[in-house]
């Protein structure tokens, strides 16, 4: 695998690249995060060190980190105790192990088959993508199951690459299915670019004891599309993925059944309580005026409505509102049949009107595998 280029362009609207130039991706600052970080954080800051690793070249340590980071939480979805924390009543979700929601953790597999591309390893590759896809089929909404087109492509794409016609064929259907106007890659393609554009969604807890999770897009991130230009000649790249869209399409996964639960449980709990401490009062306030003889099925009442009043207290329904910081909003994809690598790459970020964006953020690598098929990873912002 070759890297060619990373670098932070600086212009007004036409961003520059393959010229020399570090990244500004900090890794090192989320490498300190990491090594700082308590267990229930783990899994989130190693997946922000291995963007940055990636921004920075550093594609080694990038690939270890998202191995780490994949391992841990497909481990949570075993027999663990973990696993089993998340389904607890007990622990409110920010005290649990860091898995992300399904479009973070698609992310996740996302990045780990984009480094295998780069190296040319295309049935590692349409395996991480396919793992993806399977996150991403954790969504509860049947509308929403397995609707990441992007996987799709780049899965469609691995297999075009490993001469697997049939299955790439099969996979660029589904895409067709799922985003109007979209091409399957020519036969003969060679190079795929991916732009990934804006900054990650972001969860706020709202509702009742911040037992919900609301999700709001990026502030102050206005790039919308992308035109990036290989040796003067321009490439439109095509809008694939609304990582926003997926976010708020995928608020039923299993755990939010468990947040549903505690919010419910804890009125539920609480009303029990209220009416049967209720009852137990008022049945004392008659058994003193009439001279009853109930007092211990009414203590017993009241010593059920106290139980009741502290479990509710004791159910912690705040939502887990940790995300994926340097994931961007949106990817767009293009792949083309290139006689050369380009040896001069430059990116048009446009806004929602069409007006051009100025960052000095950008992101631009090339790869170039062993069998000659080029890879150009465009990032706006990290």
């Known amino acids: ?123 590692n590759a349409r395996a991480s993508f396919r793992g993806g896809l399977l996150q991403d089929a954790f969504a509860e909404e049947d509308q929403n199951r397995a609707d990441f087109a992007s996987l799709m492509l780049l899965e469609g794409w691995a297999n075009q690459l490993n001469g697997d016609a049939a299955q790439a064929a099969d996979a660029y259907k589904e895409v067709t299915a799922l985003r109007t106007g979209f091409v399957a890659p020519p036969e003969g393609a060679n190079l795929l670019i991916v732009a990934e554009l804006g900054g990650s969604p972001r969860k706020l807890g709202d509702g009742i004891g911040n037992a919900e999770i609301v999700y709001r897009r990026a502030k102050r991130t206005p790039e919308r599309s992308a035109t990036v230009t290989l040796d003067g000649q321009p490439q439109a790249l095509l809008p694939m993925e609304d990582l926003y869209y997926q976010a708020i399409t ?26 049967l401490g209720t009852i137990a009062s008022e049945g004392n306030v008659l058994r003193a005026a009439y001279g009853g003889t109930s007092g211990r099925a009414l203590g017993g009442l009241a010593a059920v409505g106290a139980i009741a009043s502290v479990i509710s207290a004791n159910v912690k329904p705040r939502a887990d509102v940790r995300y994926w910081n340097n994931l961007p909003e949106s990817l767009h994809i293009q792949a083309l049949r290139a006689s050369a690598a380009p040896r001069d790459i430059a990116a048009l970020l446009k806004d929602e009107a069409g007006n051009p964006v100025a960052l000095d953020t950008v992101v631009i690598r090339q790869f170039r595998d062993k069998n000659g098929n080029g890879l150009v990873w465009i990032k706006s912002r990290h």
């Open 1 to 123: 695998m070759t890297s060619c280029t990373v670098k932070r362009c600086a212009a007004l609207a036409l961003l520059a690249c393959m010229a020399s130039g570090a990244a500004h991706a900090d890794y090192a600052a989320e490498r300190s995060r990491l090594k700082s970080a308590v267990p229930k954080d783990a899994v989130l800051y190693t997946l922000q060190a291995g963007v940055a690793a990636l921004a920075e070249k550093q594609d080694g340590e990038a690939a270890a980190l998202f191995d780490s980071a994949l391992d841990k939480i497909e481990g949570m979805y075993a027999n663990t105790e973990s696993a089993a924390r998340a389904r607890s009543l007990w622990y409110e979700e920010g005290a649990k192990d860091f898995k992300g929601e399904p479009y973070e953790r698609a992310m996740a597999f996302y990045y780990r088959g984009l480094l295998y591309l780069a190296e040319g390893d295309y049935e």
């Open 250 to 275: 995928r608020g039923g996964r299993p755990i939010d059944r468990i947040i549903n639960g505690k919010v419910a449980f804890a009125a539920t709990t609480a009303k029990v309580g209220d009416v």
